[in-house]
């Protein structure tokens, strides 16, 4: 009997019978933004070989965990997730379970051997190959695929928008890392750098913008030094032919591209290497009022013989020019920072020299960290981890309470001003209330009254914390200058 034969649609029916046949897939993201936006892609991936995601691990035919490496508390967060695992194997013995990202490009087979309950170890550039490595478990096996690609970038996939608020999203324009500094496992996880082709980011753009989205958010470990010249491993500029030089794109390049092409969404970027960072991508950011305030140029430290030692290729002077040259041209840019304490043979003095650089640039916020050593890095091979845990944990919590002061004091110059909000959620204290973030990437909190998600919103500021700004809607805000 066709499958029509009663008046249906037989599209419906066969959606119906995908649906059916369709295996679920629930993904848990560690680490940072590009590891989250990775989830996307494999979301995407997975989809097209008839995995739907699901929000419920027990419901799930397929668990993939992608995770961190960057320090040692990251991955032993994976380790105690796992050890709860095996009660969902338990329940299903035909679960699949995937260990993906960078802890699995780190381990590569010594996880397979380490964590019985593992069936799939893919690293950051073999996610394409995931329903292959799914199908080899179900005949039977455990998989790996830890290759990493000198020209991979996904650019061609269209990320499945995962845990979205509908309203900003994550477009990866590069991946990997090109820099070594000393501390850092990113180059060993996640490969040579490459740069994204700018048509597929624009592409995924619009898809962006017709799906209503506001905000889009341009990550890699080091934008600054993205740069376009057809594909393949980074190389600079200065390197390209005449021809290849002509056609490139760098970063501002993109940014004015973005910028210019959507008028109506926000931009946003991270991180940017204060090495890189320049004044092409500064004047652009001035140009363009969608262009969001807000440059996240992690410092690490403030003591010049500590950068060096953490190969970061500038010293403290660099540093506060790159500040000073921002400022010269937004005085009101918001900037933030990433600093580790304890790093090896960090002394006193220089620990200080961090508290100094972090009070001289006033840094509006900052991620901090105790110094982890990483096997196999630079740092570990020729340093010595030797401050002691209470040193790095004091000085640390020193850190803490200057960037709590300086946050809560540049929070209070917004009181009595009028900032624009870009709605995001629902404030989680209350459901009377919108939660959103200002061009400065401050966390804002306002009365829903009429007010929709995704609208942007003038806000008086009445009040601020150290992480949030409160006040009431004025009005509409546009991005037009
Ligand atoms: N690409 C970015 C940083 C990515 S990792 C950049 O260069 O700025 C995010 C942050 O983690 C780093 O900025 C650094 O502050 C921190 N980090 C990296 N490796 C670390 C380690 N071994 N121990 C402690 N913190 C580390
Ligand atoms: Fe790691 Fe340095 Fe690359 Fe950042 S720039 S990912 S800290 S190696
Ligand atoms: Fe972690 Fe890998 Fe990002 S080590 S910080 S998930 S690039």
Not at 246 to 273: G, K
Request: glycine letters at 6%; aromatic letters at 8%.
């Amino acid at each position: 009997m066709p499958i029509f034969a009663f008046g249906m649609d037989p599209v419906m029916i066969m959606d119906t019978e995908t649906q059916v046949s369709q295996r679920k897939l629930y993904i848990e993201s560690y680490g940072c933004a590009m590891n989250f936006s990775d989830s996307e892609i494999i979301a995407s991936i997975m989809g097209e070989n008839g995995f739907a995601t699901t929000n419920d691990e027990y419901d799930a035919d397929v668990i993939f965990l992608n995770t961190c490496a960057i320090r040692d508390n990251a991955e032993q967060r994976i380790r105690e997730r796992l050890k709860h695992l095996r009660n969902n194997k338990k329940k299903n013995g035909d679960l699949i379970i995937g260990v993906l990202g960078c802890m699995a490009e780190r381990l590569k087979d010594k996880l397979l051997e380490e964590e019985k309950l593992v069936d799939v170890v893919a690293g950051p550039d073999s996610y394409r190959d995931l329903p292959k490595l799914v199908a080899e478990v179900d005949d039977g096996g455990r998989s790996i695929n830890v290759l990493l690609s000198r020209e991979e970038t996904y650019g061609d996939l269209n990320p499945v928008r995962l845990n979205s608020n509908g309203v900003s999203a994550f477009i990866s324009i590069m991946r990997g890392c090109d820099n070594m500094c000393s501390f850092c496992v990113v180059p060993f996880t996640r490969g040579r750098e490459r740069s994204r082709d700018p048509k597929s980011i624009l592409r995924e753009a619009k898809e962006l913008e017709n799906a209503g989205y506001k905000e889009i958010v341009l990550l890699g470990q080091n934008v600054n030094s993205y740069l376009w010249f057809g594909g393949g491993p980074k190389k600079e500029y200065k390197t390209l032919t005449e021809e290849e030089q002509a056609n490139s794109v760098d970063f501002a390049d993109l940014l004015e591209m973005c910028a210019a092409e959507f008028p109506q969404m926000r931009i946003r970027y991270s991180t940017s290497h204060p090495r890189d960072i320049n004044e092409k991508v500064v004047h652009t950011m001035a140009r363009h009022k969608n262009i969001c305030n807000n440059i996240h140029l992690p410092a690490q430290s403030g003591n010049t013989r500590i950068l060096e030692l953490m190969n970061r290729n500038y010293s403290r002077e660099w540093y506060m020019d790159k500040i000073t040259m921002i400022r010269s041209i937004i005085p009101d840019c918001n900037i933030s920072s990433d600093i580790i304490s304890g790093f090896c043979s960090e002394t006193e003095e220089e620990h200080k020299d961090t508290l100094s650089l972090m009070e001289w640039a006033q840094f509006d916020f900052s991620y901090m960290y105790m110094y982890s050593e990483r096997p196999a890095t630079p740092a570990a091979k020729k340093l010595t981890d030797d401050i002691d845990e209470a040193t790095k944990s004091r000085r640390l919590r020193e850190i803490v309470l200057l960037q709590n002061r300086l946050s809560k004091e540049k929070n209070d110059l917004f009181v009595g001003k009028v900032v624009e909000v870009l709605v995001e959620n629902e404030s989680k204290r209350s459901t009377e209330e919108w939660k959103g973030r200002c061009d400065e990437n401050i966390v804002c909190v306002f009365p829903k009254e009429h007010y929709k998600k995704g609208d942007l919103v003038k806000m008086l500021v009445e009040s601020a914390s150290i992480t949030t700004l409160k006040g009431k809607p004025v009005g509409y805000a546009t991005l037009q200058a």
